[in-house]
């Protein structure tokens, strides 16, 4: 199976390094194409895959698979440049958030199977969140195909393209919000003596374990957060003041303006396109 990863950045590139270390694909077999020699070099090193500066239709040319992991606003212009190497045999994964599906039909002009996959950035450590849809080409074979390059890195889901910007609120901006929650958690700890590198260091491996035990018990974190809860303890008193000051609500509410963002960014960008056209 040939890849090509159009725009082998930081999301690229993390990719390309799991599905090569778990056997997905061999680095032979991929071609990856970057903004600049220098990285390109750096991917032959550490990789040994065929990296170019540029080369974008000779790298899809022949090619199972292609991604594109360029920035929204280019992917048209990038689909253009590679038209003429696409056929209907191929699978195309776009990477970009807010393009729907149909902006890259209409620049690909070729029937064949596209998925929309919205990875966040821990897949850079294999422990990424991506959510995944497709156009109605797609198959149950191309999907078990497009979730084999995906898991390497991390858990995918399938979903409703409409459900995009749901996700891309959620997991794809998620980390932020996880970030504030250890950067807060280790501040507390400071304040109240602890050492600022042990303060952080427990904080990371509370949310850590936190978020594994989560996922592998299989239980509600209602019921987790129960089990933690002592009558008159500390963990109750926390529990309250966190809910005195709507923590819940807040994450709620955040995510519910990133999800409403999110699908104003793809009206601003889909307008964007249709300027370029006309241009």
Known sequence: MKIAVLGAGNMGSALLGGMIKTGVVAAADV?????????????RERLGVHA????????????????????PGVVPKVVKEIRDSLHESQILISLAAALPISAIEDAAQCRMPIFRAMPNIPVLVEEGAVGICHNSLATALHRETVESIFRPVGITAFVEE???????????????????????????GVKMGLPREVSMRLSEQTVLGAAKHARESGLHPAILRDQVIT??????????????????????????????????RTEILLADIEKQKHA
């Open 52 to 71: 170019t500066a540029g080369g974008n239709a000779e790298a899809a040319n022949g090619a199972a698979i292609v991604i594109l992991a360029v920035k």
């Open 162 to 188: 409409e459900h995009m910007d749901a996700v891309t609120a959620l997991s794809g901006s998620g980390p932020a919000y996880i970030y504030m929650v250890i950067e807060a958690m280790a501040a507390a």
């Open 231 to 264: 009558p008159g303890g500390t963990t109750i008193a926390a529990i309250h003041e966190l809910e005195r000051h709507g923590l819940r609500s807040m994450l709620i509410s955040a995510i519910e303006t990133a999800t409403i963002h999110a699908g104003k």
């Open 31 to 43: 071609r990856a194409t970057t903004k600049t020699e220098a990285h390109a070099a750096e991917l």
